[in-house]
């Protein structure tokens, strides 16, 4: 028998007979744990997890005195026909799944799939599809002396759970905010689900949030109203709640439909930040239009930079499976523009909003969509256009009607770029720790940008450059001056490692600090 680890931090791993009590043989072989089973049928394998494990979005779960929580993947290590895809495959070997737990009586829960026999909780699955498991996998697990406040809303209900912890401050505004958000999904799908948020609070040692799962059922994280992240994280993990209660399929969870999948969930992560009350709004900033525009800018700015790295073709995502860095940006950055642009397109041939979700939620609950399909019936007749430019090829979105540089606060967009500019270099790091970070270096980006317009210094066609500079002349500068910078070097802008080449070699430094201080004296 066969058990899938991942990456679980298990230890004290044992197995024996549960007719007998004997030791059984086993052996921990990369992600899994191989039992030789011999002419037993019942096996019990015990083993110890660490919880609280430093990610890089912070700690996955954790333990305390007064708290406990985990998500599934983190903890339940289960048969590998419980990762299948193949329903039958499921069907055969998995016939159910039973989760037990042992709690202090005064604590609060917040399981998947819960039941209840006397005083007993546990979780259940039986004869469980592909969904249920995928659900019980991505769930928050969560023990502890919670604060629960219920919500009605419709067949549905929500309810969030405060951590004990919890250094946030729940306030009515706070309240109304999570509810504007599951009401905003609630329209869109036109269902409610039962769903449960837990908050939780930072690591009591340095401050890390701590992570503990999201699926159709239950969600927990850290959350800090006052920063606009956590709402639009908020936003996108209950997008996928309605998704996945309403498609109940692997169509959207594997190549190449995946980067769809989360297009369209960061689409939506955003068109939900205009349903938050317009307090909570105005103190983070949230506008979906503006929201749209930084993306985009960041989307150009990366694009044309490192040509190589990010000059995606979405149909192909397979092959960058690999390189974090690279699906991050293709699911978070362009997906979602792409589906914003399908959006744009459906709504100006047919005066609709929405379509591609409505048509999912109408046809795709019985597997086996083509994205064709999706982008034809938003698009129309230009969809084999779309497809072929964007879809099977990677030419650049041109979504210059997003937004007008005249009215651009040049301190957020330039802060924006910093913040793609750092998590690409998170993800970069983890395959090469030698990637380089660009600080984006502003003074003196006026005078540098005229310098580059006189030697005639390019970053892409002029037709492309006049319609960044309209929209961005952050962007337009910054970029500028990066193929000065180039020119300076004499580096080739051609070069696949053109970022290591002048934001990694000393040569190169001292060149370009040379070149501005010359400037300078000038």
Request: hydrophobic letters at 35%.
């Amino acid at each position: 028998m066969k058990l899938y680890k991942g990456d679980i931090p298990c230890s004290d791993i044992k197995c024996r007979s549960a007719e007998t009590g004997e030791k059984m043989d086993f052996d921990v072989k990369d992600d899994f744990i191989e039992i030789i089973t011999g002419n037993d049928k019942s096996i019990l394998v015990e083993y110890n997890v660490s919880l609280g494990q430093l990610d890089k979005h912070g700690h996955r779960g954790g333990a305390y005195s007064d708290m406990v929580t985990f998500d599934g993947d983190g903890a339940l290590i289960l048969p590998q026909y419980a990762f299948s895809t193949e329903e039958s495959e499921i069907k055969r070997n998995v016939g159910r799944i039973t989760i037990h737990y042992d709690i202090p009586k005064d604590w609060v829960s917040v399981v998947p799939y819960s039941k209840q026999t006397g005083d007993e909780l546990f979780s259940q699955l039986v004869k469980p599809t592909w969904a249920d498991i995928y659900d019980l996998r991505k769930s928050c697990f969560a023990f502890g002396k919670f604060r629960k406040y219920s919500y009605e809303q419709g067949e549905g209900k929500l309810q969030v759970l405060i951590d004990p912890a919890y250094k946030g401050n729940y306030s009515r505004e706070v309240e109304d905010g999570l509810n504007s958000i599951y009401k905003y999904y609630a329209g869109l799908f036109e269902s409610e689900i039962n769903f449960s948020i837990l908050l939780l609070r930072e690591d009591l040692k340095d401050g890390s949030y701590i992570i503990s799962g999201s699926s159709t059922q239950t969600c927990g994280s850290s959350f800090q109203p006052g920063k606009t992240r956590d709402w639009q994280l908020m936003g996108h993990r209950m997008f996928h709640a309605f998704f996945d209660t309403a498609v109940r399929e692997t169509t959207f969870h594997t190549p190449p439909q995946l980067w769809f999948y989360e297009g369209m969930a960061t689409y939506y992560e955003n068109m939900s930040m205009n349903s938050l009350p317009a307090g909570i709004r105005q103190k983070t900033g949230l506008d979906k239009n503006e929201e749209f525009l930084m993306l985009y800018k960041q989307y150009l700015y990366m694009r044309l930079k490192d040509k190589y790295f990010f000059s995606v073709m979405p149909m192909e995502e397979e092959k960058y499976s690999s390189f974090k860095g690279i699906t991050e940006f293709l699911h978070y950055t362009e997906a979602p523009l792409m589906i914003k642009a399908l959006d744009d397109m459906g709504y100006s041939k047919y005066g609709e909003h929405d379509r591609i979700l409505k048509y999912i939620l109408k046809h795709g609950k019985k597997g086996n969509l083509l994205l064709e399909e999706l982008v034809k019936y938003a698009a129309g007749d230009g969809y084999k256009t779309f497809e072929s430019k964007f879809m099977y090829n990677n030419e650049l979105l041109p979504l210059w009607y997003l937004g007008d540089g005249k009215k651009e606060d040049t301190r957020r967009t330039i802060q924006s770029l910093k913040e793609i500019e750092y998590t690409q270099w998170t993800w970069f790091r983890l395959l090469d720790p030698e990637y380089p970070l660009d600080s984006l270096e502003t003074e003196g980006l006026s005078e540098l940008t005229g310098q580059a317009e006189k030697t005639s210094v390019h970053f892409a066609s002029e037709d492309v450059e006049n319609n960044v500079k309209k929209l961005s002349p952050a962007v337009y500068s910054l970029l500028k001056q990066y193929y000065l910078r180039a020119d300076v070097c004499g580096a080739d802008t051609n070069n696949k490692m053109l970022r290591y080449e002048l934001l990694g070699k000393k040569e190169n430094l001292d060149k370009w600090a040379l070149y501005k201080k010359g400037l300078k004296k000038d």
